[in-house]
């Protein structure tokens, strides 16, 4: 088996093949509970992270949201950034290693989706999030089609020649304690009679 390619290689390449619409369209059902789960509630200006942020599409999402004063997402895949910058304002993007990238702000809310698993020790990433990431009575919501449950996502890292790290419902939501978040709590959005549906994740960090 040759070595695995790094996930960020793997979505530059992607962004060059055309396919981050694809997986944007292929993903927004999903990103659209998430979303309203942290925003639906929410009265007063907000900041926002999209990690893991692909070509930007959340973060334009988002920022149509008049309560949105500051918005980024960041990426460690390049070519993804660039057609980020591409379709949105420069200033909105970075492209940096999620796990020492730390912002010019802390935020209200954090989202990811179909990023945590493609870390070894996510909880590494879960933590740098909880601390460097998020203000106090900041929110967590993340996405992920790759978990125990959804046995058909099994053969994922064989066929992408990629590392992910398999995890059940129950697995992922004790690493989200385990980074001090509260009330945690996971629900399965756009399921479907041939999809599991995407685990969605959320934590609280108390003040």
Not at 135 to 156: A, T
Not at 164 to 175: F, G, Y
Request: aromatic content about 12%; proline content about 3%.
């Amino acid at each position: 088996m040759a070595d695995q390619i790094k996930a960020t290689d793997l979505f530059s390449n992607w962004a060059k093949e055309g396919k981050d619409q694809r997986m944007a369209n292929t993903h927004a059902p999903s990103v659209q509970e998430m979303l309203d789960h942290v925003l639906t509630t929410i009265s007063s200006p907000f900041s926002f992270i999209d990690a893991g942020c692909g070509n930007g599409w959340v973060i334009r999402k988002v920022l149509e949201n008049d309560l949105c004063k500051y918005a980024v997402g960041v990426d460690g895949a390049s070519t993804m950034i660039e057609q980020a910058k591409l379709n949105g304002p420069k200033e909105n993007y970075v492209c940096e290693d999620l796990l020492s990238w730390i912002p010019d702000q802390k935020v209200d809310i954090v989202h990811s989706m179909e990023v945590l698993y493609y870390f070894k020790e996510p909880l590494k990433l879960l933590n740098h999030i909880f601390k460097n990431w998020l203000k106090p009575n900041g929110k967590l919501v993340s996405g992920v089609d790759f978990y125990f449950e959804n046995e058909k996502s099994h053969s994922w890292p064989t066929d992408l020649n990629v590392h992910m790290t398999l995890l059940s419902k129950e697995e992922w939501l004790s690493l989200f304690q385990s980074a001090g978040f509260l009330d945690c709590h996971s629900w399965y959005a756009n399921s479907s009679s041939d999809f599991h549906g995407t685990l969605c994740l959320f934590g609280h960090k108390h003040s």
